[in-house]
């Protein structure tokens, strides 16, 4: 019994009560079920009794003992207990928790994928660097938080869509293009330039791919090493996020919404609406009036469109391609284009709580001996994403910047993560993937198969503990879906190795040598094929690989 048909059990015993006039309540469209940390609580709880007491007008506890009489004799169940306040402590038989086994093993790939957002088409936008230079650390942590947050809300049943907003225009495009220039002619980059080794190698690439350019007058040359240094690095940074297995459906140029004319759409929709104003010469939005703390500027007196313009553009043109909900993954400097995102969007006439989400990512550290990690030589004064990768590798990049919630600054420390150790997160996750795999691999070598399930035998504490364990992942997707929390899942896989550890500890499932194999080593052999399953599916959100051999 999987906890949602326990749930469902749960709610069919409420509802049994109220037909028999017993309970007089509204039955809840769904019961909470969780798993207790004490063992002797039982295999599940729930507190549903004392959500009814209030509107039933009776103690929790006679509502739990109303719900309990039902309860008991749903096929499956061995006891339920009225404890605390009004919580039901409930206990599966063995077959009924033993059948969970097979549940997931058939499942395979599509365990803990659900339905809560079936229907809703999500625009998920992050990294959005801009590219003048390689991929920052702050940057990478968006781009394995959002990608396994995509796959998470795609678990979920959403049409997700994967984007990055690709600025080649303003002003640090142009420090960029002057930054390439400068270096080509052996000249000192701009004070507000960039610096580093990988300025010298794009501009020493336009200069090969653009013969004569350094004999161009000064405008021309700039205008050539903005646009091709602008596609070098560009697709420098796509293939290194490529590389880090992250990939987008869609890599959004603002140039087009200048060139489609969206941005004059954009304004005359918002100046029809009466949401405009002019003042001094240049043209604003009235955000205050939704929440925002001053009013932006849209057009400059020089008739010059604002990047806010933009964004009101941007922001149109995901809704007009059909997108019920807009997530932006900012940075941590970005907490001031909350209110104006939000303010942007109920301008249009949306709902911003039902149509835009706004995410702030903290900030990354890498530390090496408890001292921070000394600035990129290629990348200049920030570490990048090949810095990292190079240190710990892509499965550990990924997999510790998703494990924490992105909201708080994290220190990573290369030592940990680069350690094929059990301290280390990501090794202990996959390890217990390859240990599972190896058994399996070793039954095969026996001749030894799962045969049909008899859930009945799996009556042993430890496959008790690792089939709960394995019953909770669907919850753990769908919350972390609801919450766009990736974090959970990673915390998730590290409890669930550690449960399956004592599982194979404690409970033997290959036969000693020339012992026969039992209905009991089957049975626990299906238990192993469905902690494969789930470590696998697991792992697969993060966008971490699970090996077969470590």
């Not at 920052?136 to 990055?164: F, K, N, P, Q, S």
């Not at 270096?183 to 336009?206: L, M």
Request: glycine share 8%; aromatic share 8%; hydrophobic share 40%.
């Amino acid at each position: 019994m999987t906890p949602a048909e326990l749930s469902a059990a749960v709610r069919a015993a409420v509802q049994a009560a109220v037909d028999a006039g017993d309970l007089a309540v509204p039955v809840p469209a769904e019961v909470r079920i969780e798993r207790p940390r004490v063992k002797e609580h039982g295999d599940y709880a729930t507190s549903v009794a004392l959500q009814l007491a209030k509107p039933a007008g009776r103690p929790p506890r006679e509502v739990a003992e109303a719900v309990a009489t039902r309860l008991r004799e749903t096929a499956g169940v061995a006891a339920v207990d009225v404890a605390g306040p009004g919580f039901l402590n409930i206990t599966l038989d063995a077959a009924a928790q033993g059948a969970l086994a097979q549940t997931v093993v058939d499942a395979g790939d599509s365990y803990g994928t659900g339905s809560a957002m079936a229907g809703e088409k999500v625009n998920l936008e992050f990294v959005s660097a801009n590219p003048t230079g390689p991929v920052h650390l702050g940057a990478v942590r968006w781009a394995a938080v959002g990608d396994a947050l995509g796959r998470i809300l795609t678990a979920a049943g959403a049409d997700v869509t994967r984007e990055y907003y690709f600025n080649d225009a303003g002003s640090q495009i142009d420090r960029f293009a002057r930054s390439l220039l400068a270096t080509a002619k052996g000249e000192p980059v701009p004070d507000d330039g960039y610096a580093g080794a990988y300025i010298e190698e794009i501009a020493a690439q336009v200069v090969a791919q653009n013969k004569g350019v350094l004999d161009q007058d000064e405008a021309t040359a700039q205008e050539t090493f903005r646009v091709a240094g602008v596609d070098l690095m560009f697709e420098e940074i796509r293939s290194s996020l490529a590389d880090f297995g992250v990939v987008f459906d869609v890599y959004f140029n603002e140039k087009d919404l200048h060139d489609k004319g969206e941005l004059d759409d954009a304004l005359k929709r918002l100046t029809e609406q009466g949401r405009t104003f002019e003042q001094e010469g240049a043209t604003w939005l009235r955000s205050t009036d939704f929440g925002d703390d001053r009013d932006r500027v849209l057009v400059r007196s020089n008739g010059e469109p604002t990047y806010f313009l933009a964004d009101c553009a941007y922001y149109l043109d995901k809704r007009q391609r059909g997108f019920d909900r807009c997530i932006y993954m900012l940075g941590a400097d970005h907490h001031g284009y909350v209110g104006r995102l939000r303010a942007l969007a109920a301008c249009f006439g949306d709902d911003p709580d039902q149509t835009l989400e706004v995410l702030i990512g903290q900030l990354v550290n890498l530390v090496r001996d408890g001292e921070p990690v000394r600035m990129s030589k290629r990348a200049g004064n920030v570490v990048s994403l090949e810095d990292m990768v190079d240190a710990i590798g892509a499965d550990a990049g990924r997999y510790a910047l998703a494990r924490y919630s992105s909201d708080s600054p994290i220190d990573l420390d290369l030592d940990l993560w680069a350690r094929r150790g059990n301290d280390n997160p990501v090794y202990y996750v996959q390890y217990a993937h390859a240990r599972v795999a190896s058994l399996l691999r070793n039954a095969a070598e026996l001749g030894l198969d799962k045969g049909e399930l008899q859930p009945a035998l799996l009556s042993h504490e430890r496959e008790g503990a690792l089939l709960g364990a394995l019953g909770e992942y669907p919850r753990v997707v769908a919350t972390a879906a609801e919450l766009r929390e990736p974090h959970r899942v990673a915390r998730y896989l590290e409890e669930l190795a550690g449960t399956y550890h004592r599982f194979y500890d404690a409970c033997r499932v290959l036969p000693r040598g020339d012992e026969e194999p039992t209905d009991t080593h089957r049975a626990r052999l299906w238990v192993v094929e469905a902690t494969r399953v789930v470590l696998a599916n697991g792992l697969r959100l993060l966008g971490v690989s699970a090996p077969e051999r470590m």
